[in-house]
């Protein structure tokens, strides 16, 4: 892996969890794509605290259900390197009864949670099947294992992503390219308290709750792009401080 010329793109990377990976990442020496959907004022602090690290960092703003975002992201990465680490991390909760969902509702929330981590990987992949050496981790979702009300899009989107890093793992086991998936527990961001206790999940009572941070799951995103962990491939790992144990 020669770090002076790897890059690690993190989608969803304005605040919280995208932004903790993209800072963590840095620190590791890769140079960053980091990118929002329409945040750009937080993309852009997240940007100057992943550059305070010593490393390059680009910036793309655009939702990844238009095709130019693709085109971006794959140009700011060829502008300071080659693709080594792709972090799906953006996604959409759209909260809804299921009755009242419409078609059009149910497909905008899997073109971001499902299409939006086939297209990234898709896109990328070949950069780190070319240099023998990759990671893509894929952020899951605690509602896909335990059910959430009103949240039937997000609950069958998220579902897929297990499935996905299991049959590229298997499809590339011998590329020297992992695929895993991250399930965040509650994180305690701006919305965590409120979300949580209004979609009711079984581990979540709105008291006597186990939160992390986002840096806790950076640092096992981290640990999965080391030196170390060639051999941690296929797998759903849970990060939530005991709050669903599978």
Known sequence: MTKNKSVAIV???ARNIGRATAIRLGELGFHLVVHTNN???NLEQ???LVRQTGVQCETVIGSLDDPNTFIALDQSCKAIGHCQVLVNNASVRKTKPFLEMTIEEWRQVFRINGDAQFM???QFLPDMLDSRWGRVICLGGLSAHTGAQERAAVVSSKSSVPGLVRALAVEFADSGVTFNCVVPGHIDTHRTAETGARLKHPSFDGK????GQPSDI???IGMLVGPDSGFI???TIHVNGGAFLP
């Open 46 to 48: 997240t940007a100057d």
């Open 39 to 41: 945040d750009a004022e």
């Open 120 to 122: 990234c990987t898709q």
């Open 233 to 235: 491939n296929g797998q």
């Open 208 to 211: 006597n709750v186990a939160y």
């Open 218 to 220: 950076a640092a096992v």
């Open 11 to 13: 989608t969803g990377s």
